[in-house]
């Protein structure tokens, strides 16, 4: 289900990004990249990862969505089964005033490595440009965030309210044809409670991204590079402590920027 409205919503995209070209008074962008890697020998995986990063601007008016579609199998004894299956989104709409933001931030995420079946999160919050120059940016922004999470572990249904400060830093170093990009995510929870009113301590409830790209550009639209993303988050291993609390991912990528 979530996977068809994850493709639905990336056509709905390309289909925008085309009609909205046309109109002067409004920008978009849109990069889409693909990566992954294979292993084979004593056990094969297959691990696939797509991002999509959407900017519309119309004056000091932002929109960004940002959907992530992983997929990945692992093979052992000649035997395929799933890994991970994992949808993440950010959405934002931001209006600046000089080198301030005021934001709406919001999150949704699915993983059936980690079993949450959805998390979702709204809120809003400030930012501020540090540093714009011609080759370094770095941008600073806190949101508070409200957070609802649905989990599934041995058939047991496990909700629960949270409520989040989200820290996001992102820095970005351009240098043609050579690009770095930095965007991390520091998401401890203040305040968290299950489903029958138990309240989850502070550290059995801290989510944070890491997502740091190196890439080189080899033609007007195209780009490669290898990424690396490190998850972490302390609430699946707290109630099952065989789900590890934090996740590595090393990917090569091609970027096609529209």
Excluded: C
Excluded at 29 to 37: F, M, Q, V
Excluded at 95 to 116: A, V
Excluded at 229 to 258: A, C, G, H, R
Aim: proline residues 3%; hydrophobic residues 40%.
């Amino acid at each position: 289900m979530l996977t068809r409205l994850f493709l639905s919503a990336l056509l709905l995209l390309l289909n925008l990004s085309i009609g909205l070209s046309q109109i002067d008074s409004l920008k978009f962008k849109t990069e889409l990249n693909l990566g992954g890697n294979i292993s084979l020998g004593n056990f094969t995986t297959y691990n696939l990862i797509f991002r999509s990063e959407n900017e519309l601007r119309w004056n000091n008016i932002e929109i960004n969505l940002n959907p992530k579609f992983q997929y990945s199998q692992i093979s052992t004894a000649g035997i395929l089964r799933l890994r991970e299956r994992e949808v993440y989104t950010t959405l934002s709409f931001t209006k600046r005033n000089n080198n301030w933001r005021f934001l709406f931030f919001g999150e949704l995420e699915h993983t059936f490595l980690r079993k949450i079946d959805l998390r979702t999160s709204f809120g809003f919050g400030i930012g501020k440009k540090i540093i714009k120059t011609k080759k370094l940016e770095l941008d600073i922004s806190e949101v508070f965030l409200p957070e609802i999470t649905i989990s599934d572990f041995n058939n047991n249904r496990l909700d629960n309210f949270a409520l989040r400060p989200s820290t996001r830093i992102k820095f970005v170093w351009e240098k043609t044809p050579l690009k770095f990009t930095s965007i991390n995510l520091f998401q401890p929870s203040i305040y968290t409670v299950k489903n029958g009113g138990n309240i989850i301590p502070f550290v059995d409830n801290i989510n944070a991204r890491s997502l740091n790209n190196f890439e080189v550009s080899i033609a007007k639209h195209i780009s490669v590079g290898v990424g690396t993303e490190v998850i972490i988050q302390t609430y699946p291993s707290s109630l099952n402590p065989t789900v590890m609390s934090i996740d590595w991912i090393i990917s090569f990528f091609i970027k096609y920027k529209i």
